[in-house]
T-cell receptor, first 116, second 115 residues
Framework: GAVVSQHPSRVICKSGTSVKIECRSL??????MFWYRQFPKKSLMLMAT?????????EQGVEKDKFLINHASLTLSTLTVTSAHPEDSSFYIC????????????FGPGTRLTVL | AQKITQTQPGMFVQEKEAVTLDCTYD???????LFWYKQPSSGEMIFLIY??????QNATEGRYSLNFQKARKSANLVISASQLGDSAMYFC????????????FGTGTRLQVTL
């Protein structure tokens, strides 16, 4: 199946710093990628839709200036959590859309962010 | 608004038995897709099975089958011959047309397979 990677898998940072998370589709091109956030024992909540070469579309309630998304190529999208605070601690998961397979989404392994 | 409901927060099943995980959805769209994903403790989301709203036959993938009842708006996942490795969180999700493949997820069901 299609492979999506995320880096880093875990990150611990101090409050006030910025953290960048990368999402890569390894064996297919993804014009669209999605960023989700998951709190412990909760469901996935879509944060934003990342489109290659254009601005991301954010879900209601998600701060654009807080969660910067860049989709510079067909295989890479990045999420930057700016000036992170403890309440930003969460599990962040990306997915990439493979238009050749029922518009299927393939998920990355996730990044666990802990802000001290 | 579209909504996915999973009413079973937790389920237990004995090894080698079959188990059904419930999922109901609410949409006014005629064209949509239904997905089931498995999330083990490692956190990755593993695609299990897909059912399109116009598919006449229930989807099957190995030990997984989807009991699709369109009139009742339900898309239950059936796992046959449960294995210990099936213990995980299971999420039902829906994709509806015109939303660039955005998925809406249910709250999940934690399945525990016992000896």
């Amino acid at each position: 199946g299609a492979v999506v990677s995320q880096h880093p898998s875990r990150v611990i940072c101090k409050s006030g710093t910025s953290v960048k998370i990368e999402c890569r589709s390894l064996d297919f091109q993804a014009t669209t990628m999605f960023w989700y956030r998951q709190f412990p024992k909760k469901s996935l909540m879509l944060m934003a839709t990342s489109n290659e070469g254009s601005k991301a579309t954010y879900e209601q309630g998600v701060e654009k200036d807080k969660f910067l998304i860049n989709h510079a190529s067909l295989t890479l999208s990045t999420l930057t959590v700016t000036s992170a605070h403890p309440e930003d601690s969460s599990f962040y998961i990306c997915s990439a859309r493979d238009s050749g397979r029922f518009n299927e989404q393939f998920f990355g392994p996730g990044t666990r962010l802990t802000v001290l | 608004a579209q909504k996915i409901t999973q009413t079973q927060p937790g389920m237990f099943v004995q090894e080698k038995e079959a188990v059904t995980l419930d999922c109901t959805y609410d949409t006014s769209d005629q064209s949509y897709g239904l997905f089931w994903y498995k999330q083990p403790s490692s956190g990755e989301m593993i695609f299990l099975i897909y059912q399109g709203s116009y598919d006449e036959q229930n989807a099957t993938e190995g030990r997984y089958s989807l009991n699709f009842q369109k009139a009742r708006k339900s898309a239950n996942l059936v796992i046959s011959a449960s294995q210990l490795g099936d213990s995980a969180m299971y999420f039902c999700a829906m994709r509806y047309t015109g939303t660039a493949s955005k998925l809406t997820f249910g709250t999940g069901t934690r399945l525990q397979v016992t000896l």
